[in-house]
């Protein structure tokens, strides 16, 4: 005779939680996929979970909950063998949920997102006035391109330079300091345990430190905390923040612990430069998957509607600089570590894929490999690292400043004293000096490498002679 098959209950595991500037993140691990139901309950503001047949196997009061729109987790039974749990909110949220089947880290998970209405993703978002400056010099050069693109390049540039000379804003350079993984995802892990997450994190907050205490920089943390971003929001987060660098770090890892050394990777558009490279851009890009982010999400993203040619131009650019500025930082890497190649490799990773942002994704050594495992967590080589990373940058930077920065404004200051220099006074154009020296207006604009940029009061330019 056939007994009746009995259902077995879902256990609750474990509970996690990820508390983020915009959002917290609660992992609820499952002997066995259920389907949720979660509403939300005002006059106290709390979000109900609803699990049919489950069972609670931990305290939920041994969570911390700090930093998180949590602050109380209750859970009760219903109907005899149904789980209710219960968040108490102290803000606003708009909650949203959703499963994950078993992976090589994790069984069943259930996934719920309280996202907060109007925050910010960052903690210490780029200033208002700031932004505007970032803004102004984006809508020139995308002016510019465009026009590039219709054959309309010499009326742009014509109109540009009747522009009067713009007070000096002497602005930061910003950078974005990505620290890859977190949350979920703990990226590589290595013999002893370390976590690339922990690591890079660590890594990241050194040049955080060095970046916002040299004049005339800025530094964007992308996370800044154990929480996971996904790959393509973390682009997004330096764009919002008008980054002009991006920089990503992350450990290597191989499945042989023999592999040592520290990597730089800039995009690649027609694919990887070796199989090493591929492997590992595939290894970064199912961080998504890992991280509870599906990959197929729409996110709005005004620079990328550019097509055809205007997005080779742009995206040329960029990567020229981000080569550029990758090989003085794999140099300098080089004077404290080994390399594990001696040039910047070119990889698809997700997280470089910004049109209009020079990006880098430096693999700062194998926390597979034991010896650079013991590295990467002690403190004086993490800053070691950070400085290398750093000084890399830098070194681009003051030979190739933005025109509005202060980095700019600075070097102007060492030069006007040449016969064939000229220091620009309030109420110039470009097109009335080049007018008065009796030079070709784009001759001028050559001279200089002017990319049509408004004129600044106090630049100095090189006037060619003959």
């Known amino acids: 005779m056939l007994l009746p098959v009995v259902g077995l209950a879902t256990d609750v595991q474990n509970l996690r939680i990820w508390a983020a500037p915009d959002h917290a993140r609660l992992v609820f691990d499952l002997s066995s996929p259920a389907d949720a139901k979660v509403f939300s309950l005002d006059n106290p503001d709390r979000l109900v979970i609803d699990l049919p047949d489950s069972r609670m196997r931990l305290d939920p009061e041994t969570l911390d909950l700090g930093g998180s729109a949590v602050s109380k987790i209750r859970t009760g039974v219903r109907h005899g063998d149904d789980l209710r749990v219960v968040l108490d909110l102290s803000r606003n949220v708009e909650p949203k949920h959703f499963t994950l089947a078993p992976n090589d880290q994790y069984g069943h998970r259930l996934v719920v997102d309280l996202e907060y209405p109007g925050a910010s993703a960052v903690e210490n978002p780029i200033d208002p006035i700031e932004a505007k400056i970032r803004e102004r010099e984006k809508a020139v050069d995308r002016a510019l391109a465009e026009a590039q693109v219709s054959g309309n390049t010499a009326q742009a540039q014509a109109t540009l330079a009747r522009e009067k ?41 050194r040049l955080e430190s060095l970046i ?20 393509r929001q973390r682009t997004l987060l330096a764009r919002d923040q008008k980054a002009d660098f991006f920089v990503s770090i992350h450990a290597d890892a191989f499945k042989s612990p023999r592999p040592k050394g520290s990597s730089v990777f800039a995009l690649s558009q027609s694919g990887a430069t070796s199989e090493t490279a591929k492997w590992l851009a595939a290894s970064e890009n199912r961080s998504d998957l890992i991280g509870g982010v599906d990959g197929s ?14 997005l080779d131009l742009t995206m040329t650019a960029t990567l020229n600089d981000s080569l ?80 509005a920065s202060l980095l700019a404004w600075q ?27 009796e030079v070709p207006l784009q001759t001028l604009k050559q ?20």
């Open 411 to 437: 070097r102007d200051q060492q030069r006007g004293s040449q016969a064939n220099e000229y220091r620009i006074q309030p109420g110039d154009t470009l097109s009335e000096i080049a007018s008065r020296h």
């Open 324 to 403: 550029a500025v990758g090989g003085q930082v794999l140099d300098q890497l080089g004077q404290i570590n080994h390399l594990h190649k001696s040039r910047v490799e070119q990889a698809g990773f997700v997280v470089l894929k910004s049109p209009d942002i020079p990006s880098l994704l430096v693999e700062t050594g194998f926390i597979s490999n034991p010896q650079e495992e013991k590295r990467l967590r002690d403190s004086s080589y993490q800053h070691s690292l950070a400085k290398a990373i750093f000084t890399g940058i830098n070194a681009h930077f003051q030979r190739n400043p933005p025109p």
């Open 297 to 310: 999400l729409n996110l709005a993203d005004k620079d990328e509607v550019l097509r055809g040619v205007l």
């Open 212 to 231: 916002q205490g040299t004049p005339g920089y800025k530094a964007v943390m992308i996370r800044d905390g154990d929480y996971y971003v996904g790959l």
């Open 447 to 466: 001279a200089n490498a002017l990319n049509g940029d408004v004129i600044r009061v106090g630049q100095v330019l090189r006037i060619p002679r003959g």
């Open 165 to 205: 000379a713009q007070p000096h804003p002497k602005r930061d350079i910003i950078i974005a300091v990505d620290a890859g993984h977190g949350g979920e995802d703990p990226g590589a892990i290595g013999p002893s345990g370390i976590r690339e997450k922990d690591v890079v994190l660590q890594i990241a907050r």
